[in-house]
């Protein structure tokens, strides 16, 4: 038995009763963290710090050596998959990631295989089974992946784009190259997420940025579809215990329900819906996790504090099934201060709440 001392985070998501809601923030580790812009500096780049486990492993640990957070995730990215698959991953100062290799032609598409993660993504590995070293089983490691859409999302377009017009240009004239892209993919995650499994990660989470740009259709068949598959073959039990997956799609409040079915344990919500409803739409058929506008961290400390108390409010006095979030990754503007705040109030009006059944 591997339960770590502080596993409230683990039983929310399982459903079973905690002291108060836990807490962790998408993006934890980030440049909002004077001490992470500090080891960046020192790695060289964002891509020489992923890659190199004892300086991911510090740079995952630094907020939690600042805030009561009740897990920790790992620091990388999602973009080392479609890296390892021969894509060549680069970051431009000031406008995020671009693939070298972008896949644009049909005998790319065909030439694409899933990487071996133990030999191509090691230095994932190795800082997986460092942190979880470092944490000495304190607090619940997350480890994630992209899924199969948003990757391929970067896959086709080769960068961030704000229309999507490669990849959805595919997906309505050659659905086949689209689908063979996302199958690949998706046993590429499989293995991948699998493997930080094994190496000692306790949940997984699957970070579908790009899938609240579809059709609701279109979703279903080239998302939705893919992340089904992917928790399908994941290891549900790894040294005697469960390890719960959550989906988060951004922009998927619509399809709440569907989401809900895709044999997950938790889905992410971003911040357009509100909780408690989401609560009433899903039942207690899986964990929520989320969903407080990542914005309001701008906002002065009281009402940082009113807006987390509302999330609280209107998930209820339910004692379990919600694990706090923001509703995407907290932006490089926000003061280390106003998450303090973020953090002490969910759990302090948490534990009122519960007082208050
Ligand atoms: O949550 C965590 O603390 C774990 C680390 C993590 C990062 N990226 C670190 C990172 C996670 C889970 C991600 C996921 C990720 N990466 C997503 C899915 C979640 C989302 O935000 O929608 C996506 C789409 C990416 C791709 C990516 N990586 C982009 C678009 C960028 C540029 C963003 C920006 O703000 O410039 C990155 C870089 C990145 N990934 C940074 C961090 C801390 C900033 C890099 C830096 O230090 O310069």
Partial sequence: ??????????????????EYTPIWLMRQAGR??????????????????????????????????RYDLDAAILFSDILTVPDAMGLGLYFTEGEGPKFERPLR??????????????????????????????????????????S???????????????????VKTMLYDRPDLMHRILSVTADAVIAYLNAQIESGAQAVMI???WGGGLSAAAYREFSLQYMQR???????????????????????????????????????????????????????????????????????PEKIALEAQKVLDSYGSINTGHVFNLGHGISQFTSPAHVATLVETVHRYSRILRQNK
């Avoid at 038995?1 to 905690?18: G, K, S, V, Y």
Wanted: glycine share 8%; hydrophobic share 40%.
């Fill in 1 to 18: 038995m591997t339960r770590p001392r502080n596993d409230t985070f683990l039983r929310a998501i399982h459903q079973e009763p905690t």
């Fill in 32 to 65: 909002y963290l004077p001490e992470y812009c500090e080891t960046r500096k020192r790695a060289g780049s964002f891509l020489q710090l992923c890659k190199n486990p004892a300086l991911a492993c510090e740079v995952t640990l630094q907020p939690l050596a």
């Fill in 105 to 146: 032609h049909e005998w790319e598409i065909r030439d694409l295989t899933a990487p071996d993660p133990f030999e191509h993504l090691r230095y994932v590995m190795d800082a997986v089974a460092e942190i979880r070293r470092a944490l000495d089983n304190s607090l619940p490691l997350i480890g994630f992946s992209g």
């Fill in 148 to 166: 199969p859409y948003t990757l391929a999302c970067y896959m086709i377009e080769g960068a961030s784009s704000s229309d999507y017009r490669h």
């Fill in 207 to 209: 970070f579908d940025s």
């Fill in 230 to 300: 992917i928790v399908a073959g994941l290891i549900k039990v790894h040294d005697g215990e469960r390890v719960p997956s959550i989906v988060f799609t951004k922009g998927g409040g619509l399809w709440l329900e569907s989401i809900a079915d895709c044999g997950c344990d938790a889905v992410g919500l971003d911040w357009t819906i509100d909780i408690g409803e989401a609560r009433r739409r899903v039942g207690h058929k899986v964990a929520l996790q989320g969903n407080i506008d990542p914005n309001v961290l701008f906002a002065a």
